[in-house]
């Protein structure tokens, strides 16, 4: 079964400049969700949707972050300007939309941002 | 106040060594409960759920302690490969949003 791909794996870009990422989840998960990492502390939830509907995007910076997933599978992040205090690892992840059940993460775009 | 804590550690424990981590949870509303592993400059993946009543898995058991809010993890007869970072992880109530504390570094040494 294929898992949940994210690309590019890596990316270094400029203060100021954009940057988007996409993400593949697994098929037949409703939820998908973009997490954030920076380096020493646990992933933090940026959006959260539910097929091509938002669930929750109360920590994601919607002046330069934006996501989207039109319809309801793909999804993509996008960072308008860049900070350096951007540069983290962003892993997105699937899951069913069920109760105790397992959330998936891709491997992850690591960024720098310079 | 942060909404999952745990101790960030490291915790250096020898290879055969028991080792327990907790951590703490502040939303009473919480669901689902789960201990995720991390490996360095890898994604998480799931270790395992945090049932009610306890759930055991060889050499691993994790428990909830709902009136204190807290869950735990026990490693029994812990091997270099148990090295890692594990990450507690709660659900809230309908959204299946998942949470996750800031890790507890655990390595494991010969």
């Known amino acids: 079964e294929a898992g949940v791909a994210q690309s590019p794996r890596y990316k270094i870009i400029e203060k100021r400049q954009s940057v988007a990422f996409w993400c593949n989840p697994i098929?037949?998960?409703?939820?998908l969700y973009w997490y954030q990492q920076i380096l020493g502390q646990g992933p933090k939830l940026l959006i959260q949707f539910q097929n091509n509907g938002v669930v929750d995007d109360s920590q994601l910076p919607k002046d330069r972050f934006s996501a989207e997933r039109l319809k309801g599978v793909d999804s993509t992040l996008k960072i308008q300007p860049a900070k350096l205090e951007d540069s983290a690892v962003y892993l997105c992840?699937?899951?069913?939309?069920?109760?105790?059940?397992?959330?998936?993460f891709g491997q992850g775009t690591r960024l720098t941002v310079v | 106040r942060k909404e999952v804590e745990q101790d960030p550690g490291p915790f250096n424990v020898p290879e055969g060594a028991t080792v327990a981590f907790n951590c703490t949870y502040s939303n009473s509303a919480s669901q689902s409960f789960f201990w995720y592993r991390q490996d360095c400059r890898k994604e998480p993946k799931l270790l395992m759920s945090v049932y009610s009543s306890g759930n055991e898995d060889g050499r691993f058991t994790a428990q909830l302690n709902r009136a204190s809010q807290y869950i735990s993890l026990l490693i029994r007869d812990s091997k270099l490969s148990d090295s890692a970072t594990y990450l507690c992880?709660?659900?809230?109530?309908?959204?299946?949003?998942?949470?996750f504390g800031k890790g507890t570094k655990l390595s494991v040494i010969p």
């Open positions: 098929s037949g998960h409703a939820t």
């Open positions: 992840a699937s899951s069913l939309a069920q109760p105790n059940t397992e959330a998936f």
């Open positions: 992880v709660n659900s809230g109530a309908g959204s299946y949003q998942l949470t």
